[in-house]
T-cell receptor, first 115, second 113 residues
Framework: AQKVTQAQTEISVVEKEDVTLDCVYE???????LFWYKQPPSGELVFLIR??????QNEISGRYSWNFQKSTSSFNFTITASQVVDSAVYFC????????????FGKGTMLLVSP | EADIYQTPRYLVIGTGKKITLECSQT?????MYWYQQDPGMELHLIHY???????EKGDLSSESTVSRIRTEHFPLTLESARPSHTSQYLC????????????FGPGTRLTVT
């Protein structure tokens, strides 16, 4: 069975600080996909990134970066120079490649960025 | 940009009423999903569909039912609402393979009094 663990329930930072959201996953599959979603106070989940298990390159998109390490089964998300608009709940998710697998979500990390 | 819609956005209803939460997508996606999200943030998959005339129960047992008569439409029905059904309901859709990200609607916040 697959599992996603986001150990940080809530993180509070001050604007311009860097922050890393942790995600650890468990799966028996060798091929799988990892995702991050953002849920702002408005409630809609917004897709941020997808990473497949064969691609361990880190990715950077503006202030966002993702560190995928198969050796530690982790897919961490870093926000550089955080802003108030980054305040949201962030979810990490896993999908196994076999068949028509559904997404398994972590419990989410609430990020609060204060001015 | 995702084109997935949910109505109503907010609903307050009395116990025992029948309600239908609407979800439509214009992306031609085969798979659609319903999640229930409690105030504690955790997302629970309650129903999903691979395509027309296909419906499956998710990880969390739910008293709701769904139907998929058209590709773009995936309504969720509660025959008799109870206060325990108070929650946020999120609809999503995706392409058929597991590599595809899910796109979410804005959600329906349901309160049963």
């Amino acid at each position: 069975a697959q599992k996603v663990t986001q150990a940080q329930t809530e993180i509070s930072v001050v604007e311009k600080e860097d922050v890393t959201l942790d995600c650890v996953y468990e799966t028996r599959d060798t091929t799988y996909y990892l995702f991050w979603y953002k849920q702002p106070p408005s409630g809609e989940l917004v897709f941020l990134i997808r990473r497949n298990s064969f691609d361990e390159q880190n990715e950077i998109s503006g202030r966002y970066s993702w560190n995928f390490q198969k050796s530690t089964s982790s897919f961490n998300f870093t926000i550089t120079a955080s802003q108030v608009v980054d305040s949201a709940v962030y979810f990490c998710a896993l999908s196994e490649a076999a068949g028509y697998s559904t997404l398994t979500f972590g419990k989410g990390t609430m990020l609060l960025v204060s001015p | 940009e995702a084109d997935i819609y949910q109505t109503p956005r907010y609903l307050v209803i009395g116990t025992g009423k029948k309600i239908t939460l609407e979800c439509s997508q214009t992306m031609g996606h085969d798979k659609m999903y319903w999640y229930q999200q409690d105030p504690g943030m955790e997302l629970h998959l309650i129903h999903y569909s691979y395509g027309v005339n296909s419906t499956e129960k998710g990880d969390l047992s739910s008293e709701s039912t769904v139907s998929r008569i058209r590709t773009e439409h995936f309504p969720l029905t509660l025959e008799s609402a109870r206060p325990s059904h108070t929650s946020q309901y999120l609809c999503a859709s995706s392409g058929l393979t597991s590599a595809r990200e899910q796109y979410f609607g804005p959600g329906t916040r349901l309160t049963v009094t």
